[in-house]
């Protein structure tokens, strides 16, 4: 009876008889990708560069490892002017839809980034916060670094033949801005200041099937 009703099903027009070709993506890619930043609310637009590693899981879900480098201007009144360069890895989670020749996907990551501070003159940096100014009444600053800090990142992406892609991105995390400054009582000093980086960019890359 179940043989029945198997070629019962398979014979009726719901079933189509060429079957429409799936939308799937290679099991592992490199997928390399250069790009632009916009910006944020500590920083001006800026480079970036990086790769990723690919795994399709099952269609449609695929989880990568990417890693980034890039630069911008740190601008605003609470940190000094000057350069931020950063490394950024990440794991990503992406859904992604298509057909044929076009696909578009959805991601969500989560980053660590790592980060290097160059400070363009700190002798002309005046904290403007009076509780942050006491702390500096009896020592000179000498010195402003920044650490890595944990994020988050939202990914809008696009491919064409599966070997051109086109990303749409924001990216917010928070890294400590690190104040060396010196004491009559000890030599250095640290004061810790978070900070909310937030960032937009736009990627475009290439993937190279393995």
């Known amino acids: 009876m179940n043989t029945l009703f198997a070629v019962l099903f398979l014979l009726s027009p719901m079933v189509s008889k060429t079957p429409v070709p799936q939308d799937t993506l290679n099991d592992i890619n490199l997928h390399f990708t ?6 944020g609310n500590v920083t001006q637009p800026g480079f970036t560069a990086g790769g990723k590693i690919e795994y399709l899981i099952t269609h449609p879900l695929v989880v990568r490892l990417s890693g980034d480098y890039g630069f911008s201007d740190i601008i ?9 360069k950063s490394t950024e890895l990440a794991f990503e989670a992406l859904a992604y839809r298509g057909r044929n020749e076009y696909f578009i996907y959805l991601g969500l990551g989560v980053v660590k980034s790592f980060s290097k501070f160059s ?4 002798d002309m940096f005046y904290f403007d916060n009076i509780e942050v100014d006491s702390l500096f009444e009896s020592g000179n600053l000498v010195g402003i670094d920044m650490s890595g800090g944990w994020g988050y990142r939202f990914i809008l992406g696009g491919r064409y033949r599966e070997k051109y892609s086109l990303e749409f991105g924001f990216q917010e995390t928070r890294p400590d801005f690190t104040f060396l400054i010196t004491r009559p009582d000890r030599k250095f ?13 736009v990627k475009t890359g290439y993937l190279i099937p393995l």
């Open 119 to 122: 400070p363009d003159q700190i």
């Open 34 to 39: 250069i790009g632009a930043t916009s910006g």
């Open 76 to 84: 605003g009144r609470e940190f000094p002017n000057g350069t931020l």
């Open 189 to 201: 000093a640290e004061v810790f200041r978070e900070s909310k980086v937030t960032t937009f960019w």
